[in-house]
């Protein structure tokens, strides 16, 4: 069969088409990852440290995916991201009423200074069930320059009462950045 070239003025958009072979100039995904705590806290922390790759069950990063340092977070190449965090706390044996902050900071200035992108608040009182509660923060980075832009995730507690849950199995409190874009 012949192959012709169609103007694209006179492609409905709106049809269902089939397509054999490899269709280009479709966007796709070409960065994400996934780190997870793998030991628990309890109180503030600046920034979440003790983090792994997800290495249990079907996950596999696609590109060079992003590197972790002292809970600060690279890029491996610019675009845009979606950045986001999930964090499960559990509340101690205490009769209290604590508040658990959840943050995604990022930095343009390799870690001179961070700016507040999101965050989470939840109160959790220790005479309710259940004592478990969960946080979600998420942001979109614009990631111009990969030595540069970062990012990290924090807790802020107003009790050491209030843990923040991990497991080297599961996915607890994790990490997922996804780039959705170019810069």
């Given at each position: 069969m012949a192959l012709s070239k169609i103007q694209s003025e006179s492609i409905n958009l709106a049809?269902?088409?089939?397509?054999?072979?490899?269709?280009?100039?479709?966007?796709?995904?070409?960065?994400?990852?996934?780190f997870r705590l793998t030991t628990d806290f309890s109180g503030n922390q600046t920034a979440i440290t003790n983090v792994e790759r997800q290495d249990t069950g079907t996950f596999e990063k696609i590109g060079?995916?992003?590197?972790?340092s002292s809970g600060v977070f690279s890029f491996a190449s610019t675009g845009k991201y979606l950045v986001t965090g999930v964090a499960n706390f559990v509340i101690?044996?205490?009769a209290e009423e604590n508040d658990q902050e959840f943050y995604l900071d990022t930095t343009v200035d390799n870690g001179s200074n961070y700016v507040r992108e999101t965050y989470a608040r939840?109160?959790?009182?220790?005479s309710k069930n259940p004592r478990n509660a969960?946080?979600?923060?998420?942001?979109?980075?614009?990631?111009?320059?990969?030595?540069?832009?970062?990012v990290k995730f924090a807790v802020g507690s107003s009790s050491s009462n209030v843990s923040s849950l991990s497991s080297t199995n599961a996915n607890y409190t994790y990490f997922t950045f996804m780039r959705i874009g170019d810069t």
């Amino acid at each position: 069969m012949a192959l012709s070239k169609i103007q694209s003025e006179s492609i409905n958009l709106a049809d269902t088409f089939a397509f054999t072979g490899t269709v280009t100039g479709t966007p796709s995904i070409t960065e994400f990852d996934l780190f997870r705590l793998t030991t628990d806290f309890s109180g503030n922390q600046t920034a979440i440290t003790n983090v792994e790759r997800q290495d249990t069950g079907t996950f596999e990063k696609i590109g060079t995916g992003v590197t972790e340092s002292s809970g600060v977070f690279s890029f491996a190449s610019t675009g845009k991201y979606l950045v986001t965090g999930v964090a499960n706390f559990v509340i101690g044996n205490s009769a209290e009423e604590n508040d658990q902050e959840f943050y995604l900071d990022t930095t343009v200035d390799n870690g001179s200074n961070y700016v507040r992108e999101t965050y989470a608040r939840i109160g959790m009182d220790e005479s309710k069930n259940p004592r478990n509660a969960q946080a979600i923060v998420q942001t979109c980075v614009d990631v111009t320059d990969t030595s540069q832009v970062k990012v990290k995730f924090a807790v802020g507690s107003s009790s050491s009462n209030v843990s923040s849950l991990s497991s080297t199995n599961a996915n607890y409190t994790y990490f997922t950045f996804m780039r959705i874009g170019d810069t």
